[in-house]
């Protein structure tokens, strides 16, 4: 595909009275409340955490410290596909965006099956729920709306990606022809998240060993070949040629929800930093 990017000004818009595009400047303000709403979150965690009351959980008994660093890592190379799916539609390249969305949708979906494993781990073999301890009221509250966030964004991307095959031929039908395209990033979502929860299950049970790989695919092999097959159809749908109505025009669109996910992402390093590691300085 041809490069237009140069003809092009995604960062100012002369319509605007601001210069910045009226999408990307709600998208500011409206990541300004939420980082609002995520420090008041964090504040009460911290401030609960300076006055535990007697007999509460220990954290360093509770949290894994490996099982969140991974998920921290998962998390900040979706950031980076991110960026790269931006710079792609930018310079029109159509296939190279779709595929970088993909890496994004995955990795994110990646971190909430790590999240989903911890919470229950937590619940069942902690026995920290949301109501019987103050971290696990705050705890949970905090991770799990950056986990909705998260969803949320996973949900947006899919959407986004199903848009760029819309077809570019007037009254033309595209979203019936691409049902199946949809049902197989639909199975793709869900087989990922089941091999990531029974992954990381076999690496807590057996450590990082070929006995717990082993021990996933005696459990899992359907889900890890399933997931594989289902990216790779995914990935040669991306190839799909031909007119449509997505483009370096509508680059301002990936690049709010580029704003999003950066900004998830930088709200869980500082959770990550102020939940689990401070834990380890005292």
């Known amino acids: 595909m041809s490069s237009h990017a140069g003809t092009i000004d995604h960062h100012h818009d002369p319509s605007t009275s601001t210069g910045i595009p009226n999408k990307k400047l709600l998208m500011w303000a409206f990541l300004a409340s939420d980082c609002m709403f995520f420090a008041t979150l964090i504040s009460t965690h911290l401030i609960y955490r300076l ?10 008994v509770v949290f894994s410290p490996e099982l969140t660093s991974f998920s921290t890592f998962i998390l900040l190379m979706s950031s980076l596909m991110m960026a790269l799916a931006v710079t792609a539609i930018q310079k029109n390249n159509l296939k190279s965006c779709r595929l970088s969305l993909l890496s994004t949708i995955l990795f994110g979906m990646v971190f909430l099956g790590c999240q989903v494993y911890e919470f229950n781990h937590f619940v069942l073999e902690k026995k920290m729920t949301l109501s019987n301890s103050l971290l696990g009221t705050t705890f949970y509250t905090l ?42 990033l639909l199975g793709a979502l869900l087989l990922s998240l089941k091999a990531t929860l029974g992954l990381v299950h076999a690496v807590q049970v057996d450590g990082f060993s070929g006995a717990a790989l082993g021990h996933f695919f005696a459990a899992e092999w359907l889900a890890a070949i399933g997931t ?55």
Not at 239 to 265: C, T
Request: proline share 5%.
């Open 51 to 60: 006055h535990p009351p007697a007999g509460g959980l220990d954290p360093k």
């Open 143 to 184: 991770t799990g709306t950056h986990g909705c966030h998260v969803a949320i964004g996973v949900l947006w991307l899919c959407l986004m990606y199903v848009r760029s095959f819309k077809t570019a031929i007037p009254g033309a039908s595209w979203f019936g022809k691409n049902i199946v395209h949809v049902l197989v």
């Open 228 to 282: 594989v097959a289902a990216v790779a159809i995914l990935i040669g749908f991306a190839r799909q040629a031909g007119p449509v109505d997505f483009n370096e025009k509508h680059a301002i669109d990936v690049e709010s929800m580029g704003l999003y996910w950066h900004f998830v992402d930088i709200v869980w390093i500082v959770i990550f930093t102020a939940v689990y590691l401070l834990e380890y300085l005292k």
